[in-house]
């Protein structure tokens, strides 16, 4: 769609929370438009075809807290195959890399650890989750390891008390034609100029100025869904500037998460839909999910420190980690049966910065500023400003659809 010189609405990035407020700005008799950098419409949300046989969510992968997640829905009414089965962690370790009674001992572990970050989480006061580990538990490495693919960030850059706002219902599925084609389907109905970043929002005036690199335009209001690290550095200059967004935004930054999938030959050896993690006692380690759906490839998750150290070393690194690391487990010969095929960088993606939102400690608080509408014409929707469900596309989708009716309900106000 090209881009009009005069909108009701204007609706900054096309990932799940800017195409949830589309839709529910649909029927409302206002002009809206969506303004989308990429050139596609999902955002973090990004389903590829990674091999002939491999379909691949380079971003959002697994319909979390599904008992309570809009997405089953939509998933239904597009004629979306839902995939209920259970996730792969949990109880599906393949081999002996990982023994029953050691996982058993982690997990006891690791729940420990969670009822006393809960525990320490009633009584109102912030802290760092690391302070919430066992001194000297072996545990622990593998520990801050779940935080990173958790949270994309270890423990000791994690708010307690947002760790204990987050709503978990424990329920995962998935989609099999992807969570990323899924939400590009949901978004196709709405009008979208692709290609279309915004760099500048002029707020000094009675209607909004809006600079994109397609040209200007004028807008009544603006819901902006762009991620958190770009808020926080600046990257759509408002003016008059916004310290208490760009403050509340650095203190939500984008934690980073990573994939990379890999062809696996003999595919029928392994378990559809089993799990790889070695004892390893590390951090820095890989997850590996084996034949998701039952496809013929091995699929690796990295969190935190790790992830950025292999985006920073460059294109392939995820893929070589991976292979070392599998080749470790299972023996030498399974590396000539593994090829890369795809791979994430959100850290190094432009539009993106990173993977998505953890609370810093003593910055729970930030998530409600975020939202928080300026002047009845800025809105502020994104999963950062979820309060319960941040972090995931569900949570993104609400939080469009939770600025849609204070558009509306600001709109109203005008008119009376
Ligand atoms: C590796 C990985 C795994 C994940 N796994 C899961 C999972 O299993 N389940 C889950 O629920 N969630 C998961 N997530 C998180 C989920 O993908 C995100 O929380 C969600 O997609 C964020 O949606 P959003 O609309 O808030 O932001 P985004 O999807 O980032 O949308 C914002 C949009 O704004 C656009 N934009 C940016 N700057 C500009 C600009 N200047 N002008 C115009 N447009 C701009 C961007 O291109 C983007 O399309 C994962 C994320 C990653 C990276």
């Known amino acids: 769609m090209s881009l009009p010189s005069e909108i009701d609405v204007a609706i900054i990035g096309a990932g799940a929370a800017g195409l949830g407020a589309a ?46 997640n809009p997405f089953v829905a939509i998933a239904e009414q597009l004629n979306f195959e839902v995939d209920r089965s259970l996730p792969p962690w949990g109880d599906r370790a393949f081999g002996d890399v990982f023994p029953q009674q050691e996982r058993i001992d982690f997990i006891r572990a690791m729940d420990a650890f969670y009822e006393r970050i809960e525990a320490a989480a009633k009584s109102g006061h912030d802290s760092a989750a690391s302070l919430y580990l066992e001194p000297g538990n ?49 978004g196709a109905s709405c009008p979208a100029a692709l290609n279309c970043k915004v760099t500048r929002i002029d707020h000094s005036q009675a209607r909004l100025l809006i600079e994109t690199s397609q040209g200007r335009l004028n807008a009544a209001k603006a819901i902006i869904t762009v991620s958190t690290n770009l808020i926080a550095d600046e990257a759509i200059r408002f ?4 310290p208490e967004k760009i403050d509340a935004a650095a203190g939500l930054p984008l934690g980073i998460a990573n994939k990379v999938t890999l062809a696996l030959d003999h595919a029928e050896e392994f378990p559809k839909d089993g799990n790889l993690r070695g004892a390893t006692m590390r951090t820095k380690m890989g997850t590996y999910h084996l034949r998701p759906f039952g496809q013929p490839c091995i699929e690796g998750y990295f969190g935190g420190s790790f992830a950025r150290e ?35 960088r959100w850290a190094h ?28 014409r800025l809105f502020f929707a994104g999963e950062a400003t979820s309060p319960h469900f941040f972090s995931t596309a569900h949570g993104a989708l609400e939080s469009g659809q939770r600025a849609a009716r204070e558009v509306l309900a600001a709109a109203a106000k005008h008119r009376a």
């Open 310 to 344: 292999l985006e920073d070393a460059g294109p392939g690194a995820f893929a070589a980690q991976s292979i070392d690391e599998i080749a470790a487990l299972l023996g030498n010969d399974f590396r000539l049966g593994l090829k890369p095929l795809a791979e994430s």
């Open 349 to 376: 993606d432009p539009f993106a910065r990173g993977s998505y939102s953890h609370a810093l400690p003593g910055h729970t608080g930030d998530r409600a500023i975020l939202a928080a509408p300026v002047d009845q």
């Open 23 to 68: 839709h529910a700005l649909k029927d409302s008799g206002l002009s809206v438009i969506v303004l989308e950098a990429r050139d596609r419409l999902g955002g973090r949300a990004w389903t590829v075809q990674a091999g002939p046989d491999v379909i691949f969510d380079v971003g959002c992968g697994w319909l979390h807290s599904a008992n309570k």
């Open 239 to 242: 003016s008059p500037a916004l």
């Open 138 to 186: 072996r545990w622990n490495p593998m520990i801050d390891a779940i935080s990173t693919y958790v949270n994309g960030c270890e423990l000791e850059r994690v708010s307690i008390l947002d760790f204990d706002a987050y709503e978990d219902t424990e329920i995962n599925w998935r989609v099999r034609r992807g969570y990323g084609a899924l939400i590009a389907a949901y």
